[in-house]
């Protein structure tokens, strides 16, 4: 298993490479996700190194502009954001400092969603609100899987990012199948090679087993069609506009939730 410090040239080497490939393009989309990844990786990489303390903070983080996002695709109100997020920032800083307890913050957390639209007698979407409130809960929640996981943590968020961006560039190249209604552009020819990049990353960074392998291959691509139903259920296009060319936050930890969550599960 790798090291945080020991992933840093890897890191560097792949923003490098992937910085004169997207020069090369001259595309000016490209070049804007290019600054959002360098700008991102070295906040994302110096979190990992403090170890839980500073994941713990990233994730409480992210999983506070997700919920922002998340609400807003789910039209839910300022009390059940509220609530959804303290629910998720709880299960970050309980996995942190009593991770015995996660399972009982998370039933607290549940209760607490159940409670909003309940003791304001929302009969017309109360129900509405309920389930979206509790997805929000067990998708943004896996976050506080991040804490326990030190470096194994990066690696699967480097792998499930270069697999999706193999992805999308041969799915467009090399067209086929698309892999389901949820996302017309998405194609099985992307996904599989996406697939045999996210695992060829796992192994050059000394992390591939069986559950990592299927976390990447499996989790990933269901994360990208999870979100993809959600906006699609919204008619949204994407779940925010203020990350330059790459939408909001939840559309770039969509695949690694899920990926992550598959990990926890086999793991």
């Not at 909003?116 to 509405?128: K, M, N, T």
């Not at 691509?221 to 139903?229: A, H, I, K, R, T």
């Amino acid at each position: 298993m790798t090291t945080v410090p020991a992933l840093v040239p890897y890191l560097g080497g792949a923003l490098a490479v992937g910085g004169l490939a997207v020069a090369a393009t001259r595309r000016r989309e490209l070049m804007m996700r290019w600054c959002v990844w360098a700008l991102g990786v070295p906040v994302v990489t110096g979190a990992f190194w403090l170890g839980p303390p500073g994941i713990a903070v990233l994730a409480a983080v992210v999983g506070v502009v997700a919920v922002l996002e998340f609400g807003g695709l789910l039209r839910l109100g300022p009390a059940d954001r509220a609530v959804l997020g303290a629910a998720v920032v709880g299960l970050v800083l309980t996995a942190w400092l009593a991770p015995g307890e996660v399972l009982r913050v998370a039933a607290a957390g549940a209760l607490a969603i159940a409670g909003v639209p309940l003791l304001s007698g929302d009969a017309e979407h109360g129900l509405r609100r309920l389930g979206a409130g509790l997805l929000g809960l067990v998708w943004l929640g896996v976050l506080a899987g991040l804490v326990p996981s030190g470096a194994l943590g990066l690696v699967l968020f480097v792998a499930v990012s270069i697999a999706d961006i193999v992805a999308y560039a041969a799915g467009r190249r090399l067209g086929g199948p698309r892999l389901s209604p949820l996302s017309p552009a998405k194609r099985w020819s992307g996904t599989l090679a996406g697939a045999a990049a996210g695992l060829l990353t796992l192994a050059v960074l000394s992390s591939l087993t069986w559950q990592t392998a299927v976390a990447v291959a499996v989790g990933g691509p269901l994360g990208d069609l999870l979100e993809s139903m959600v906006k699609r259920g919204a008619r949204a296009k994407d779940a925010g506009r203020w990350l330059a060319g790459s939408g909001g936050l939840l559309d770039r930890v969509d695949s690694l939730l899920v990926a992550l969550a598959v990990l926890l599960v086999l793991g």
